[in-house]
Structure formats: structure tokens, C-alpha cells
């Protein structure tokens, strides 16, 4: 599986994100700069966590609108899978490849524990590793992970299978409508989600319950080949 | 030409800043503070000779405001700050 994780100025997640696509896949993702204006032959990429431009105006705002979003969103729209965690799943709601808005959470906290996963479809190709229903152990670190959408799109999200995750056994971090944790496209190859599924993939991490993900991902990706 | 582009949240989407700075308020004696909503604001110089007006409500749409949960004013020729 060739992979592209796209760096901007305040990402700090990208180092575990490589090295979780490395375990799952036997090879080192491209790192693309924002300000580049084309990416490599790639079966994913990756917008990472951290801080973009220090959240300044809304979350992800500024990383949208970069140079290098243009062509993620052509690589989008042609099929290719795309993956934001955290700051990564904020920029794919700004620049409207996901419906909705990561608000701020609603304890005003920032939040940094573990919680529980309810993988809510497994017929996608990044949860197809996982059993239908199983819950996931799982950290999240965000301010900003209060998913909002009016009625309409939430049960719209929901009548399509197009909720991934949702916060299970009472862990809602965030005040997120409906518990949702992640979301899919309409096509169902762009996947947002806040918690950090790269961080549960070594056993120094305490568990591996995010390896699935990726190897769901990886898996597509030699199909693919 | 000057313009102020005030940014604020859409009525029935929750503002938990808002709450926070009115509880706030209320632990400083404001004893009749019944909602607070709070928003942003942008002073924007524009070169004479654009359409400003299209110009403004352009950056309103695809930058200053996320239009999902938020609404957008402008006022023009504000000389103020």
C-alpha cells in the first residue's frame, strides 16, 4: 500500500500515523508539505492530528483552504481513500469533503483519555478487519470534537451506514450528536474520525485495538496492486 | 473602502462559550444576564475599485464563516477602530 500523509505548519501527529501505516503495510508513507501542488501515485492519504496553523479562525480552516487540499480533493473525488484523524478529520469538514462541523467540545475541556469504539460498520475499507459491532479500546485528544450537523444530515448519515465509529458504554468525550466518533463519505472512501486509532497499535501503546484499521486500509491496498 | 464582517453562531446551535461567559457574568454581580451568545469580528481593507460587496460575501462563504453553523454580516464603510 503506497500512502501520503500531507503536513502542515502545527501537525504533530504525523510521526505515529507513519509508523502505524509502516506496521501495517511493510512500507513508509510520503510525507507531502501543504504548500505542494501535486501528490505522489498513492492508495491513501492521510491528514494527521496536531494544531494546524494554531487553529486560528476555526479548526482545520486554514489547512483546507492550503495549496495541496485542491488535489486532495480531485484524488478524493477520483475514489482514492482518504483518512483525517482529529485536526485531519476538522480540515475534511471544512474543505466539504464531510457534511458538518467539529464544534468545540461541550465541557469547554480539552480531553485526553481513553474511550470506548463501537465500530458501527465494518463494509468499509477502512473497518473491515473488525467484527460487526466490536468495541474498541481507543485514546482521544482534541478540544474541538463536538460533531454538529442539523437533523436532516445526522439521519441521512445514519440511513446510509455511513456512521464508522461511534463513542460506546457511556464515553461520549465531547458532547458529539448522536455519539459519532467518525463519519464516511457519500462514496464511503473518505473516513474522519477524532480518536487516534495510530496511537493503539503497539504494545507499548497498552493495546493494539487501532491495528485493524490499518490493516483494513493495507488490505485494500494490495488488493489494489 | 473599509467593511466589518461580524461572525456569529446560528440561532439553536448550542454555544457553550456563550453559556460559560454568562455564568461568568452572573459570578461577577451581573445578576440580569439572561443569554450571551458571543461571535467574532473582522475589519477588512479593501483596494478601491472591487466589487466589494461580492468580493465580502465571497470570503464570508468560503473562509470567514463555516455556513453550517454559522451566519455572517457586513457592514461597509465602518471607520470605527
Request: proline share 4%; aromatic share 6%; hydrophobic share 40%.
Amino acid at each position: 500500500m503506497r500512502s501520503a500523509i500531507i503536513l502542515f505548519p502545527g501537525t504533530n501527529r504525523e510521526r505515529d500515523m507513519a509508523a502505524a501505516l509502516k506496521r501495517a503495510s511493510g512500507r513508509d508513507p510520503a510525507i507531502v508539505w501543504h504548500a505542494e501542488t501535486t501528490l505522489p501515485a498513492v492508495d491513501l492519504i492521510v491528514l494527521p492530528g496536531g494544531f494546524s496553523f494554531g487553529d486560528y479562525l476555526r479548526a482545520g480552516a486554514i489547512a483546507a483552504r492550503s495549496p495541496v487540499m485542491a488535489e486532495v480533493v480531485k484524488r478524493a473525488n477520483e475514489g482514492v481513500l482518504v483518512l483525517g484523524v482529529c485536526n485531519g478529520f476538522q480540515s475534511l469538514c471544512e474543505v466539504g469533503l464531510l457534511p458538518g462541523v467539529l464544534m468545540r467540545n461541550a465541557s469547554l475541556k480539552f480531553v485526553c483519555r481513553e474511550v470506548k469504539l463501537e465500530i458501527a460498520n465494518t463494509q468499509t475499507p477502512f473497518t473491515h478487519a473488525y467484527r460487526p459491532r466490536q468495541i474498541i479500546r481507543c485514546p482521544v485528544a482534541h478540544h474541538d470534537g463536538n460533531y454538529f450537523a442539523d437533523e436532516a444530515t445526522l439521519d441521512r448519515l445514519e440511513g446510509e451506514g455511513r456512521i464508522a465509529f461511534r463513542y460506546a458504554e457511556g464515553t461520549n468525550p465531547n458532547g458529539s450528536r448522536r455519539d459519532i466518533a467518525g463519519i464516511l463519505s457519500e462514496r464511503g472512501n473518505v473516513l474522519g474520525m477524532m480518536p487516534h486509532p495510530e496511537d493503539m497499535t503497539d504494545e507499548a501503546h497498552g493495546a493494539l485495538d487501532g491495528l485493524g484499521l490499518f490493516r483494513s486500509i493495507a488490505g485494500i491496498g494490495e488488493m489494489a496492486a | 473602502m473599509r467593511a466589518r464582517v461580524f461572525v456569529t453562531l446560528k440561532s439553536g446551535v448550542l454555544d457553550p462559550q456563550g453559556q460559560a461567559i454568562q455564568g461568568a457574568l452572573g459570578a461577577l454581580g451581573f445578576a440580569g444576564v439572561q443569554s450571551v451568545r458571543q461571535g467574532k469580528v473582522f475589519d477588512i481593507e479593501l483596494a478601491d475599485g472591487a466589487d466589494a460587496e461580492t468580493e465580502l460575501k465571497a470570503m464570508c462563504e468560503k473562509l470567514l464563516a463555516n455556513t453550517v453553523i454559522e451566519n455572517y454580516r457586513v457592514e461597509f464603510g465602518s471607520d470605527r477602530g
